[in-house]
């Protein structure tokens, strides 16, 4: 299976943009187009952002962006706002062992 | 979206089986259209995946918790259960219980509200 790593903390002002990386090492990011982030504010369960590498969910603003290359995956968050300080998790699917990996999670501080 | 919500003891002796059930509202375990997974989360720290099942009763698991875990399934009842052997002090833990579109495994667009469960004496 593959581990995913995250920064452990990011920082952007409001209205800015930031970008959070997220790692592979084997058949998960780097493999596969099985890429998805969650946000999770504190107390809550986590909430499904990006799937499929750059796919929103209905709802979901599109502030939020995904992309990858290669064997990291990236999240975007343009015109940061208050709201948006949460941690933030990727997750992959490992194809060759059949089970789910989530990165070890961002905590994103809005200045 | 299905809605999910957990139950179960909150608190759980050491050595003993830790045992919780998801009941799935707004949608079918039976329809076969998702894979059904349980994720945990001590306090702190990151999400773990431990496993997930399917309508059929199959089953993957995160290989460092495979020996301890088992996934079953109700369908008649619309629910799903984990069970977690041998527990200590490092399973304590919020437990979820999450399900997302079967073509794309590792995105969970369902979450239940999660229940914290103690490993305590």
């Known amino acids: 299976q593959s581990a995913l790593t995250q920064p452990a903390s990011v920082s952007g002002s409001p209205g800015q943009s930031i970008t959070i990386s997220c790692t592979g090492t084997t058949s998960g990011v780097g493999g596969y187009f099985y890429v998805s982030w969650y946000q999770q504010h504190p107390g809550r369960a986590p909430k499904l952002m990006i799937f499929?590498?750059?796919n929103r969910p209905s709802g979901v603003s599109n502030r939020f962006s995904g992309s990858k290359s290669g064997n990291t995956a990236s999240l975007t968050i343009s015109g940061l706002q208050a709201e948006d300080e949460a941690d933030y998790y990727c997750?992959?699917?490992?194809?060759?062992?059949?089970?789910?990996?989530f990165g070890g999670g961002t905590k994103l501080t809005v200045l | 979206q299905v809605q999910l919500q957990e139950s179960g003891p909150g608190l759980v002796k050491p050595s003993e089986t830790l045992s919780l059930t998801c009941t799935v509202s707004?949608?079918?375990?039976?329809?076969?259209?998702?894979?059904w997974s349980w994720i945990r989360q001590p306090a702190g720290k990151g999400l773990q995946w431990i496993g997930r099942i399917y309508t059929t009763g199959a089953t993957n698991y995160d290989p460092s918790l495979k020996s301890r875990a088992t996934l079953s399934v109700v369908t008649s009842r619309n629910q799903f259960s984990l069970r977690l052997t041998s527990v200590t002090a490092s399973d304590t833990a919020v437990y979820y219980c999450?399900?997302?579109?079967?073509?794309?495994?590792?995105?969970?667009?369902?979450w239940g509200q999660g229940t914290l469960v103690t490993v305590s004496s």
């Open positions: 997750s992959s699917y490992a194809t060759s062992a059949n089970l789910v990996v």
């Open positions: 999450a399900t997302g579109p079967l073509q794309n495994p590792e995105a969970f667009d369902s």
């Open positions: 707004g949608g079918s375990i039976g329809s076969g259209s998702s894979y």
């Open positions: 499929d590498v750059s």
